[in-house]
T-cell receptor
Framework: DTAVSQTPKYLVTQMGNDKSIKCEQN?????MYWYKQDSKKFLKIMFS???????INETVPNRFSPKSPDKAHLNLHINSLELGDSAVYFC???????????????FGEGSWLTVV | QQQVKQSPQSLIVQKGGISIINCAYE??????FPWYQQFPGKGPALLIA?????SEKKEGRFTISFNKSAKQFSLHIMDSQPGDSATYFC????????????FGTGTRLQVTL
């Protein structure tokens, strides 16, 4: 069974459209994340939720809105898509306060977004 | 502001050789230093991690060396294999807090026959 699953895996859409990416984890973790990986492979955190509460909100355009209906799900909605939004978006999860494991973060396989 | 600097950007090593990737960090509050391995089309996966109370950690062919005073850590892959060809990311964070995992810029490793 996939630990962190996200859909869709591939998404091609036109500029100006609104799209959503869904993520679910079955690891029993209390914290979920969205990371963006650009064309140069640089990984940068966008958002993090702990028990449905937003705890990290990096400098991201407000066209990006995360939503966590419960601690096993974290969705990402993007309004008015722009060419520069083309990237791979990774969902991830962890146990925030598991000191012994150092908060190992488990990543999904990514959602490849192409804006044309 | 790049808080975790990683080098080299790319690395070609012959099968059986040693691959070495270096990282340097700035934030002295960091106390957890993982390395992630990413294959094409896949998400990053934890390879090995170290806390600053030890100077070295070894798991199979993978070893992290940690130098707290220099704020540097490195990944050594012994007996490199073609299956090790991937992108490697170092990262750092402060454990047990809501702080983010900050990644290095990645090293693309190619192990040739």
């Amino acid at each position: 069974d996939t630990a962190v699953s996200q859909t869709p895996k591939y998404l091609v859409t036109q500029m100006g459209n609104d799209k959503s990416i869904k993520c679910e984890q079955n690891l029993g973790h209390d914290t979920m994340y969205w990371y963006k990986q650009d064309s140069k492979k640089f990984l940068k955190i966008m958002f993090s939720y702990n028990n449905k509460e937003l705890i990290i909100n990096e400098t991201v355009p407000n066209r990006f809105s995360p939503k966590s209906p419960d601690k096993a799900h974290l969705n990402l909605h993007i309004n008015s898509l722009e060419l520069g939004d083309s990237a791979v978006y990774f969902c991830a999860s962890s146990l925030l306060n598991r000191e012994s494991s150092g908060n190992t973060i488990y990543f999904g396989e990514g959602s490849w977004l192409t804006v044309v | 502001q790049q808080q975790v600097k990683q080098s080299p950007q790319s690395l070609i090593v012959q099968k059986g050789g040693i691959s070495i990737i270096n990282c340097a960090y700035e934030n002295t509050a960091f106390d957890y230093f993982p390395w992630y391995q990413q294959f094409p089309g896949k998400g990053p996966a934890l390879l090995i991690a170290i806390r600053p109370d030890v100077s070295e950690k070894k798991e199979g062919r993978f070893t992290i060396s940690f130098n707290k005073s220099a704020k540097q850590f490195s990944l050594h892959i012994m007996d490199s294999q073609p299956g090790d060809s991937a992108t490697y990311f170092c990262a750092a964070k402060k454990v047990g807090t809501a702080s983010k995992l900050t990644f290095g810029t990645g090293t693309r490793l190619q192990v040739t026959l």
